[in-house]
């Protein structure tokens, strides 16, 4: 009778402290989860400049890690799947690829502020430079990794001119923005462009 009791109890209490391990790490993911998406909320926030008062964007950034003495540039990395594709699988297949490129821009530029979406990785990179050169590499990088992961889909990468300021990442990114845009027109898939590099008068570009 002493030996089951004893079997019993012992049980009991390795139930119970299985118990308040599975809180305690259900309770942490909880918190990393909410940590993550509050993270990612302020990215979007500086990348579409919903923060119009600039001790807001101030703070925001200053929060994520950015550093307004210094250059950066915003890397905007759009993918798309192939044509002929089905809708469905093309989504997955898209967060695929962008899941994967975000494991390799933090990999490679611990440094930057990412923001990985369902077809397109947003960074706000450190210049450590003035010519883009850091970027250039970075996105060129992605984009031929990309083509060995993921045949099937198309990377283009775009590179806004430089920002310092928080309140300058919003124009910084729509440069990005517009640069994949006219690189898609024209047709040259995994490829990668800045601003300044299209042949194009940078004014006509500012035209949505």
């Known amino acids: 009778g002493g030996e089951d009791a004893g079997e019993d109890t012992s049980l009991l209490l390795t139930e119970h402290a299985a118990t308040i391990c599975g ?3 259900g309770r942490e993911r909880v918190v990393a989860a909410a940590a993550s998406r509050i ?3 302020l990215v979007e926030g500086l990348l579409s400049g919903r923060g119009r008062d600039p001790a807001e964007t101030g703070r925001w950034a200053r929060h994520l890690g950015y550093d307004a003495d210094q250059d950066h540039h915003v890397l905007s990395i759009a993918l798309d799947a192939a044509q002929a594709t089905p809708a469905r699988a093309g989504l997955a297949l898209t ?6 490129a ?3 821009l ?3 530029a611990p440094d930057a502020i990412i923001s990985v979406r ?5 960074v706000v990179l450190p210049a450590h430079g003035p010519d883009g ?3 250039r590499t970075l996105g060129t990088g992605c984009v031929g990794r990309l083509g060995e992961l993921f045949p099937e889909v198309a990377a283009t990468a775009g590179i806004g001119g430089p920002c310092r300021g928080p309140e300058q990442i919003r124009l910084a990114y729509a440069q ?6 006219t690189v898609r027109r024209i047709r040259r898939p995994r490829a990668r462009a800045a601003f300044g590099d299209l042949g194009i008068d940078p004014l006509l570009l500012q035209v949505p």
Request: net charge neutral; charged share 40%.
């Open 102 to 104: 975000g494991d390799f």
């Open 106 to 108: 933090t990999t490679r």
């Open 39 to 41: 993270r990612d909320d």
């Open 95 to 100: 967060q695929r690829a962008a899941a994967s």
């Open 118 to 122: 369902d077809a397109e990785v947003a």
């Open 133 to 135: 050169s850091r970027a």
């Open 23 to 25: 809180v305690i790490l």
């Open 176 to 181: 990005a923005r517009r640069t994949v845009e």
